[in-house]
Structures are given as structure tokens and as C-alpha cells.
């Protein structure tokens, strides 16, 4: 079950995802002191046998904000496949009171979303994709050649 977990998770879990698969905190602790996983930030880790793909850097960075963190702009927009890449950084809206601190790598929204503006792609909460297409389409590297290939394709 953990493997096939890994596996549908670009290698990136959770600690309370490793107790649902049955691990102990310990158990987590060792894989860590082994060098089989990898701390990514408190309560994220990656499991070192297998390459850190963008998919797990945008997973680990939203899991990091908690697990009612958002994937929204251009991260959204490359997890709905509108855009080709990945963004550096990757954005990630949290709850207005949320007191989340930013990490590296990051770029934090403090919004309330609505339960419509949320979705669930591949295990990670991702903005919908008609408000990601205007979201993504407003920032740096986003602009008018992305929305006019989302309303194309997408939307």
C-alpha cells in the first residue's frame, strides 16, 4: 500500500499519510536517519529512489502549506497541463487566517476559496480550472498566448 502510495504521489507523503499507510512516527524517523526519505519541510518527505521531478516539487511545496493548501496560478495551470512548465516559484493559496509561514521555493495567497473553486487532480488540491486560467493568465509568464490557448483547449 505505501509503495503504491509513493508511486501515485511522484514519491512525496505526508506524515499523517504515512500513519493512514500504517507507519509509525519512529518508522518515518528511520527512513529519514537512513537516507531512504528525505525531509522536504516539517511533515513532508520524499522517498529517495526515484528522481524529484516537478510534479514532486509542486506537490511538496503545496502539502508543506497543509492539508487544505491550494495549487493555484501557474502551478495550477502546468498540473491542469494548460502550461508546458513548471513554475519556479510555485504558488500556493492558503486560508486568510492561516498562519502559514512562507517557504523556499513558494509564493503564498492568503484567500478564502469556495468549495466550487477546488478541485482534486492526481491527490493534490488544485484551483478549478476556469479560475486558474484567469489566475495564471494575470501573472509573470502567464499573459494573453496562455488564455487564448486555454479557451482553445481547456476551457
Excluded at 489566475?135 to 490557448?149: F, Q, T, V
Aim: hydrophobic share 40%.
Amino acid at each position: 500500500m505505501l509503495e503504491e502510495f509513493l508511486r501515485c504521489h511522484d514519491g512525496v507523503i505526508t506524515l499523517a499519510q504515512a500513519a493512514e499507510a500504517g507507519l509509525s512516527r519512529q518508522s518515518v524517523y528511520r527512513r529519514v536517519r537512513s537516507g531512504r526519505w528525505l525531509r522536504c519541510s516539517p511533515g513532508v518527505y520524499f522517498a529517495d529512489d526515484r528522481p524529484f521531478t516537478d510534479a514532486a516539487r509542486v506537490r511538496a511545496a503545496v502539502w508543506s502549506l497543509g492539508p487544505n493548501a491550494t495549487a493555484s496560478g501557474l502551478a495550477a495551470a502546468w498540473w491542469h497541463g494548460v502550461t508546458k512548465y513548471a513554475p519556479e516559484p510555485v504558488e500556493v493559496t492558503v486560508a486568510k487566517v492561516s498562519n502559514r509561514a512562507r517557504r523556499v521555493g513558494t509564493r503564498i495567497r492568503r484567500r478564502d476559496l469556495g468549495p466550487a473553486d477546488v478541485v482534486e487532480r492526481r491527490g493534490l488540491r488544485v484551483t478549478s480550472l476556469p479560475l486558474t486560467v484567469v489566475e495564471a493568465a494575470a501573472r509573470r509568464g502567464g499573459g494573453a498566448k496562455l488564455l487564448d490557448s486555454a479557451l482553445q483547449r481547456h476551457v
